[in-house]
T-cell receptor
């Protein structure tokens, strides 16, 4: 079945360091979404990528969709304590709905 | 707009009991879904609905029933609770099922413990 993998599972960084999480799929993706979940909270939508090779930026966050549409990445520049949480990628496969990756838990040490 | 609301926030059940988790959205979204979240396993889809009167199974549907009689409401019923159903349950909705605009809005979650 459809599988979404994310690495790393956990990441501890010092405030100000950069952070990257990777999402890989066993199949070609029609699109991919990224969500953030703060500790004790609910997932919140960040962005959707649709086109091969697409790059989108939101302030310090950069999202990229692979050329083959089988992987995606989220890069945070100069992390802040407000970036703490778990980042999930999710793929929508028509007929199978959303499949979420297991997430990358980010902790930021002040 | 209240967005997606869920009740209750916390619930403790005994094995074999039944209950209904409530979910409502006021955004006139077509698509609604239920997920469970267990440590280290991300979000797993239980059931979903693409519109009133239409429901379908997700990845982990066993032990759960849903119905969608209105656009706004999408309750999740646990038929006979088991300890394996201890989890955090999230309801989500999106304007459409696929394509642009299908970003999901999540409710605050229900933390369920089955003893």
């Amino acid at each position: 079945g459809q599988q979404v993998m994310q690495i790393p599972q956990y990441q501890h960084v010092q405030e100000g360091e950069d952070f990257t999480t990777y999402c890989n799929s066993s199949t070609t993706l029609s699109n991919i979404q990224w969500y953030k979940q703060r500790p004790g909270g609910h997932p919140v939508f960040l962005i959707q990528l649709v086109k091969s090779g697409e790059v989108k930026k939101q302030k310090r966050l950069t999202f990229q969709f692979g050329e083959a549409k089988k992987n995606s990445s989220l890069h945070i520049t100069a992390t802040q304590t407000t970036d703490v949480g778990t980042y999930f990628c999710a793929e929508y496969n028509y007929g199978q709905n959303f499949v979420f990756g297991p997430g990358t838990r980010l902790s930021v040490l002040p | 707009n209240a967005g997606v609301t869920q009740t209750p926030k916390f619930q403790v059940l005994k094995t074999g009991q039944s209950m209904t988790l409530q979910c409502a959205q006021d955004m006139n979204h077509e698509y609604m879904s239920w997920y469970r979240q267990d440590p280290g396993m991300g979000l797993r889809l239980i059931h979903y609905s693409v519109g009133a009167g239409i429901t379908d199974q997700g990845e982990v549907p066993n032990g759960y029933n849903v119905s969608r009689s209105t656009t706004e409401d999408f309750p999740l019923r646990l038929l006979s609770a088991a300890p394996s159903q201890t989890s955090v349950y999230f309801c989500a909705s999106s304007r459409v099922a696929g394509g642009p605009g299908n970003e999901q809005f999540f409710g605050p979650g229900t933390r369920l413990t089955v003893l």
